[in-house]
């Protein structure tokens, strides 16, 4: 009776022993377990140049065990950063508090950076009975921004442009902004002065991206009779940003026009010719520009039905509003039709910087018919001869009628 009463004790003490020993290895086996439960930043998206704020959320998932020597520590790339300590120290974090945690980063955008999203890597590591735990999480910072432009003329071909001149000039837009823009297109007006070439006053300039530049090269003509100074050309640039929604910037953009020398010419009534005549005509030339004209060099171009021998006349300079008068012998082709027909001057000169150009104008001259005029002052001293001689020949014959009386 007493054996039995000892082996039931003995297996008693085995039962609870062996109990003991699988709660003391199920204790042994939990860990804690913590996780990111939530994150918030405090702009988003972030804008270029602005510092947001970070905040994680971690919570222990175990319901037994803390968390022990909770660190977290974040890092990031370029545009983005992290200013101050990258590493938080939190303690533990344990079931009866709660189970939860919060660590917060200060992130400074670079105010160069593109619309776009950015990883922040996120490390957490804990400890629980000397053993260390480690969390690693992604954390995808959206980065906004919008399209936002400045213009300006990068070239012009000729650089100086003078009244009467055609150009080419290049206008670079550059995108400031972090946005990309799409569907750009650009149209280009000139105020009273200045002729935009329609077939190539609007231009599409499609996608630019954040950052980027885009240019387009229009074809602009200076009038004639454009006053010089500076002329506001008008760019409209016409867009879409990365929500499709249409946008628009207006810019303004200064031409220089600058003063030139402008000739005019005026034959009189010494630009009249005969078919076939060769006669000294005068020239009048007058700079009816802006700018003193120095080395001229002029002479005029064989047009029919006139001709020269070629010959240049130089004048020293002349200043706006001075003329000066030109000789030279011209003739008029024999089979030269009757009426005012024009000639050309070529007029090559210097203005008061030294710079070298080249001037076409028109000049007007006369071919006149032969008609009893003409004869009559061409031939006046046959028709002189022929009536001393007709006058002699009548007063001769009287002479011998009276001798014949007599």
């Known amino acids: 009776m007493k054996d039995r009463k000892t082996d039931k004790k003995m297996w008693l003490f085995a039962l609870v022993l062996l109990v003991s020993l699988f709660a003391g290895t199920g204790n042994a086996a939990v860990n804690p377990k913590l996780i990111l439960a939530d994150h918030s930043v405090s702009e988003d998206p972030a804008l270029p140049g602005h510092t947001v704020t970070l905040k994680l959320q971690l919570e222990n998932i175990d319901n037994i065990n803390c968390a022990d020597m909770v660190t977290v520590q974040s890092s990031a790339s370029y545009p983005l950063s992290i200013s101050g300590s990258d590493i938080q120290y939190i303690g533990s974090i344990c079931p009866e508090s709660g189970g939860n945690g ?10 160069v950076a593109t619309t776009g999203t950015y990883p922040v890597s996120v490390i957490t590591t804990y400890e629980k ?39 080419s000039i290049k206008v670079a837009f550059q995108n400031s902004g972090a946005g990309r823009a799409d569907s750009a297109r650009v149209t280009l007006t000139a105020p009273n002065g200045i ?10 300039l499609g996608t630019i991206q954040a950052r980027g530049i ?6 602009i003509e200076a009038q004639k ?7 506001k050309l008008s760019a409209l640039l016409e867009y879409l940003d990365e929500n499709k929604n249409s946008s628009s910037q207006r810019f303004d953009l200064n031409v220089p026009i600058k003063q030139n020398a402008e000739f005019g010419a005026d034959a009189g009534t010494s630009g009249q010719l005969f078919a076939g005549e060769t006669k000294d005509v005068s020239i009048t030339l007058t700079n009816t520009g802006t700018e003193i004209a120095k080395k001229l060099k002029v002479k005029i171009m064989p047009l029919f039905p006139f001709s020269t021998d070629g010959t240049v006349r130089y004048i020293d300079s002349l200043a706006p509003g001075e003329s000066k008068t030109l000789d030279y012998e011209v003739t ?23 710079e070298k150009f080249s001037d076409s104008i028109d000049l007007s001259l006369s071919v006149k018919s032969k008609g009893l005029t003409y004869y009559l002052l061409t031939y006046w001293w046959i028709i002189a001869l022929a009536l001393i001689a007709a006058y002699f020949a009548k007063r001769r014959g009287k002479v011998f009628k009276q001798s014949l009386k007599s």
């Not at 000397?130 to 919008?146: D, K």
């Not at 432009?149 to 009244?163: E, G, L, R």
């Not at 009779?225 to 002329?231: H, K, L, Q």
């Open 214 to 219: 885009a240019s387009a090269t229009f074809q």
């Open 129 to 167: 009975d000397a053993s260390t735990f480690s969390e690693s999480n992604i954390i995808n910072l959206r980065v906004g921004g919008e399209p936002s432009f400045t213009a300006s003329v990068a070239s012009s071909n000729p650089v100086d442009i003078y009244p009467g001149d055609s150009a």
């Open 225 to 231: 009779n454009a006053a010089p100074g500076t002329y």
């Open 102 to 111: 919060t660590a917060s980063f200060t992130i400074p955008v670079d105010s």
């Open 332 to 354: 008029a082709d024999k089979e030269g039709t009757a009426g005012d027909q024009i000639a050309g001057l070529l007029i090559n000169y210097e203005n008061a910087d030294g």
């Open 195 to 204: 002729d935009v070439k329609w077939a190539g006053s609007s231009q599409e």
